[in-house]
C-alpha cells in the first residue's frame, strides 16, 4: 500500500537514484530490476524486488551500526547469492 501511495512512475525513481547514486549505477539499477518504464499501476509489482533486496540485510547492519558499548559481530556469507536480479553470484 505505501509503494501505491507514493505514485511512484520511473521518472520518478530515476530521479530519486540520481541523487544517491552516479549514472553508470542509476542505469544498471534500472536495467537489472526491469526498471525502464512503469507507470503507477505496475508500481508496485515493478518496486518489490528492488525493494526487497534493498531491506533484506539492512536491518542487521543498521542494528551492528547503532550497538553501543561493545564490539558487534554478524555474519556475512562466503557463499554466492543464488536468486536472480542483479547481486546473483555475490557474496
Do not use: C
Not at 520518478?12 to 537514484?17: E, I
Not at 539499477?29 to 526491469?34: A, C, F, H, Q, R
Not at 518496486?47 to 536491518?59: C, H, Q, S, V
Amino acid at each position: 500500500m505505501r509503494i501505491a501511495k507514493g505514485e511512484w512512475t520511473s521518472e520518478k525513481l530515476k530521479h530519486l537514484f540520481q541523487q544517491y547514486f552516479d549514472s553508470d549505477q542509476v542505469a544498471r539499477l534500472i536495467k537489472e530490476y526491469n526498471l525502464e518504464v512503469f507507470d503507477t499501476a505496475e508500481s508496485v509489482a515493478k518496486l518489490e524486488p528492488l525493494l526487497t533486496d534493498a531491506e533484506f540485510g539492512d536491518g542487521i547492519h543498521e542494528i551492528a551500526r547503532s550497538w553501543k558499548g561493545s564490539d558487534v559481530f554478524y555474519y556475512h556469507m562466503r557463499f554466492p547469492n543464488p536468486f536472480p536480479g542483479p547481486f546473483k553470484g555475490e557474496n
